[in-house]
């Protein structure tokens, strides 16, 4: 870098300190939208993606579909399948395969469950529900059902279930209270009510209900096996690919939480680009406000530009001093936009703490580094063609000889 | 080109566009000066001076004839070479003295230097002082141009065409923006360069006592010279 060229650059820059610092002030202005934009966005990703894994399965573990093998695999042949679904699929020999999941790299929490669907009777009112049997201190390892318990306790006995609050409310159901549960392999037992939860999860606050895992063994007619196996897994974006390496470890189906939610996915990519967008138009903001200012500069410098090339400057060095000059506001009003977005974001609340209505804004999403190295790079682009328009000033013109 | 000649030009022409029409304003010049010569070059408005002067000063490329100094062809030379050249040959002052505003008047000095080099020098430093104090501003080298009179702003201006030690300066009415005294203290300045340094100056005036202290003159009427 051409040492001359930043010595003028900088004495440019500092003989209307006034214009210098209100150009600077819109670059700052420009980077803090960028940065509040990407933490926003970012924020707001992961606060809804954190209500929507929060409580399901990262990754659910099943048997394979197990369709009939056809004969004759010649295409031109139309092959009916017909499959046996009132056959329980089940993992006979889920043991080995548990450590085989927690050795994995990224698996968080390892839930083996029995599933299955049974009926709440209560006089003469009956209500579907979807019996979940969890293991011993692993109640709250996919859903955190104990945090969610709002009356009664998280204790699982033999004869002792947990109903969510909205079935609770829909049959007139209490702690304490005796209801009769009838699977649908035919069982029927009476539980007590032993808590009462709410997730905030509708479909589960009114369908679910969690007992004690040898209990629903017995409800399901599940001698050794199990029906299938949760995990979470961190961070929940990468669960398709660590479902990808389960699936070939363990030859179980594995189904990722993303599958089940495109929707989401689709939002969220809408969201990022809406934001994309707006970042983009702060970054050409800054351009057209750097090319207009360097402009100005180059015309209030005509005949300074033009005597310095009649004294022999390169087209080289008055190039220079423009670029530099745009690239030097570019990069203080950066810097002083990215500092001031810091310290305006400080206050705000983590995403995991945020109120109802606040803004969900994740600083550290911010592309704090991002938006000083973009900002610098467009104010350097901003500046070349001012710049090279200043390197074409006939000095002959300028000095008006 | 006798030995001494420093430049020299032959039936030198430059023509101007003017709408669908064109202007001759140089109809064949032949000139050249030596070595420590100080020449006037007179003339009424539209005759020809500040052309020539920025044609000899590679400003301006003539449309034809010949411009060789110090052996180079500078018809010839590319853009780039011309810049060269001047940076290292050449010294300019005009009407107006130009100077850069947020430099001090130590630093306008080092400027051609310090643009040729990319950065300024303890030595560009030590030879600008030199000349401020040989221009008699020895008290003013922080001053920035805002804060001097006219007289030594120019005086500056005259440091700043030395710096480089050019063979020739070329002042376009150097004057001819100041009041008598100081004119006349500009004046003295530049012979006193002219016969202690050995500097050619070729000085456009049309005021009669200025062209009175040179050594030769030299008369430009309508493009053509008529006495030299």
């Avoid at chain 2, 630093?107 to 950065?119: H, I, Q």
């Amino acid at each position: 870098m051409n040492p001359y060229a930043v010595k003028l650059a900088i004495r440019h820059l500092l003989s209307h300190p006034g214009q210098t610092a209100l150009l600077m002030a819109g670059v700052a202005l420009g980077v803090s939208v960028f940065i509040f934009m990407s933490a926003l966005i970012g924020g707001l990703a992961t606060l809804l993606t954190l209500r929507t894994v929060g409580s399901i399965p990262h990754i659910v573990l099943e048997m394979p579909d197990r369709d009939p093998a056809t004969l004759s695999p010649n295409a031109h042949k139309h092959v009916v399948l017909q499959k046996d679904l009132s056959r329980r699929d089940q993992i006979a020999i889920w043991q080995p395969v548990i450590p085989i999941i927690e050795q994995t790299s990224g698996v968080t929490a390892v839930s083996p469950q029995i599933r299955g669907s049974a009926f709440v009777e209560r006089g003469q009112t009956v209500a579907p529900v979807g019996v979940i049997g969890v293991m011993p201190g692993k109640l709250s390892d996919i859903a955190n059902i104990e945090a969610a318990i709002v009356d009664g306790s998280s204790n699982l006995p033999a004869d002792g279930i947990l109903i969510g609050s909205r079935l609770a409310r829909d049959l007139g159901l209490r702690v304490g209270q005796v209801i009769r549960l009838s699977s649908d392999r035919g069982r029927t037992r009476s539980f007590r009510i032993g808590g009462i939860f709410t997730l905030g999860i509708a479909s589960a606050d009114r369908q679910a209900v969690y007992m004690n895992f040898t209990t629903a063994r017995a409800l399901y007619d599940l001698s050794t096996g199990i029906s299938r196996i949760e995990i979470k897994v961190e961070p929940a974006t990468d669960a398709a690919d660590i479902a990808e390496r389960l699936r070939r470890s363990t030859g179980l189906k594995a189904t990722a939480w993303t599958e089940d939610n495109a929707q989401l996915f689709e939002g969220l990519d809408a969201q990022a680009r809406t934001g994309t967008i707006i970042k983009a138009f702060s970054l050409v903001t800054i351009i057209v406000g750097i090319a207009s200012a360097m402009l100005l500069s180059i015309v209030r410098r005509q005949s300074e530009i033009g005597i310095m090339r009649a004294m022999g400057a390169s087209n080289g060095l008055v190039i220079s001093i423009f670029v530099l000059e745009g690239t030097l506001i570019g990069f203080i009003g950066a810097i002083v936009g990215a500092v001031a977005a810091w310290f305006a974001l400080l206050p705000l609340p983590p995403v995991t703490e945020v109120s109802s209505g606040g803004l969900p804004i994740d600083r550290q999403q911010g592309d704090f580094l991002l938006a000083i190295t973009l900002t610098t790079l467009a104010a350097t682009l901003a500046s070349i063609l001012p710049a090279r328009r200043a390197a074409r000033i006939d000095p002959v013109e300028a000095i008006g000889a | 080109m006798s030995a001494q000649a420093i430049f020299s030009v032959s039936g030198l022409t430059k023509r101007f566009a003017e709408g669908e029409a064109e202007v001759l304003v140089l109809k064949g010049i032949d000139l050249s000066m030596t070595a420590g010569e100080m020449t006037a070059l007179l003339g009424p408005s539209g005759s020809g001076k500040s052309t020539l002067l920025t044609i000899l000063g590679t400003l301006m490329r003539a449309s034809g004839g010949t411009h060789e100094m110090l052996g180079v062809d500078l018809m010839q030379a590319s853009e780039a070479q011309r810049t060269e050249f001047r940076s290292k040959h050449l010294g300019f002052v005009f009407q107006f003295h130009h100077l850069l505003s947020d430099l001090s008047a130590l630093e306008n000095v080092m400027m051609p230097a310090a643009s040729a080099a990319g950065r300024e020098t303890p030595a560009m430093r030590e030879r600008a002082m030199e000349l401020l104090d040989a221009v008699g501003l020895p008290d003013r080298m922080n001053y920035r141009p805002s804060a001097m009179s006219g007289g030594q702003r120019q005086r500056v201006a005259v440091a700043r065409a030395l710096i480089n030690n050019p063979v020739l300066v070329l002042a376009d009415e150097p004057t001819g923006n100041l009041d008598r005294q100081s004119a006349d203290q500009v004046m003295d300045l530049i012979r006193s360069i002219n016969q202690t340094m050995a500097t050619s100056f070729l000085i456009s005036t049309h005021d009669e006592h200025i062209a009175a202290q040179c050594s030769r003159r030299i008369e430009l009427l309508d493009g053509r010279i008529i006495r030299s």
